[in-house]
Nanobody
Framework: QVQLVESGGGLVQVGGSLRLSCAAS????????MGWYRQAPGKEREFIAT???????NYVDSVKGRFTISRDSAKNTVYLQMNSLKAEDTAVYYC??????????????WGQGTQVTVSS
């Protein structure tokens, strides 16, 4: 089994910053893509950013220039640095990892979600 544990969410004012972390543990052989998604109340879950094992990143247009995704592959951890936060960034944030398990099977695992609330 593989578990993803997120941390770093909370309440912040408009214009503030937060850093989310997501650490994977368990029967991991390797991890390919790591990413972040979010779901606001009454809306579908949306893609935020991904980072490949080679460090290539991709962002949704609404967060470009404000959010930065990074990873520490040695720690099986992905980060999301969020700056210049806006009220519309309020959502539950989820990490996802494409994991090759020690049994050499590939699965997409999700974190439990962490609430980010941006107050105006």
């Amino acid at each position: 089994q593989v578990q993803l544990v997120e941390s770093g969410g909370g309440l912040v004012q408009v214009g503030g910053s937060l850093r989310l972390s997501c650490a994977a543990s368990g029967r991991i052989f390797s991890i390919n893509d790591m990413g972040w998604y979010r779901q606001a109340p009454g809306k579908e879950r949306e893609f935020i950013a991904t980072i490949t094992s080679g460090g290539t990143t991709n962002y949704v247009d609404s967060v470009k220039g404000r959010f930065t995704i990074s990873r520490d592959s040695a720690k099986n951890t992905v980060y999301l640095q969020m700056n210049s936060l806006k009220a519309e960034d309020t959502a539950v944030y989820y990490c996802q990892m494409q994991v090759l398990t020690s049994g050499l099977r590939r699965y997409a695992y999700w974190g439990q979600g962490t609430q980010v609330t941006v107050s105006s």
